[in-house]
């Protein structure tokens, strides 16, 4: 399976753009799958306009980002410009705000904080790994939120817990 996600700076790069989601209740990246015959590129602008209701350009591409292990897919990482729209939330998103890159939330799991950081240096686009998701990590994550590891795993295999619960658009 492939992935695709997208870095979204407010206008002077100093906050980016965080969905939190609904199956598994942190602050993430904007993005997902591609659908049957789906570019990339097609996907990402897709995707942030779905999860956040805000229209955006590619500015470019961060990086391409390869699987070590069964628990991360393939991820292309683009940035993009705002260029219309307002936040929203959908049925997969508990809330959409753009925080300081100073103070990021506490709970985004990994990778996501490494993809910020590789855009926020602007450089020609990375080739890495995804070694910041290992099981290891998710042996050590099940102790201190158990709920969140086993959300993510229900959603991996197919069974998200979409709650409804309070929405809340800045």
């Known amino acids: 399976m492939y992935s695709i996600a997208g870095v979204v700076f407010n206008q002077d790069r100093t906050e980016v753009l965080l969905i939190e989601r609904r199956d598994v209740p942190v602050w993430t990246l904007p993005g997902g799958g591609l659908e049957p015959l789906e570019r990339p590129e097609e996907a990402v602008l897709r995707e942030i306009q779905e999860e956040t209701g805000l229209t955006v350009s590619i500015a470019r591409l961060v990086g391409s980002y390869a699987p070590i292990n069964r628990l991360s897919r393939f991820t292309q990482v683009f940035e993009c410009i705002p260029i219309g729209g307002a936040l929203a939330i959908s049925n997969e998103t508990?809330?959409?705000k753009f925080f300081p890159l100073n103070q990021l939330p506490r709970l985004i799991p990994p990778p996501f904080r490494e993809w910020i950081d590789d855009a926020v240096k602007n450089a020609p686009?990375?080739?890495k790994k995804i070694d910041s998701v290992t099981y290891s990590a998710l042996a050590?994550?099940?102790?201190?939120?158990?709920?969140?590891v086993l959300r993510f795993l229900l959603a991996r295999l197919g069974c998200p817990i979409n709650t409804t619960g309070v929405d809340r658009v800045p």
């Open 140 to 148: 050590l994550n099940l102790f201190s939120h158990p709920i969140l």
């Open 125 to 127: 686009p990375v080739h």
């Open 94 to 96: 508990r809330g959409a």
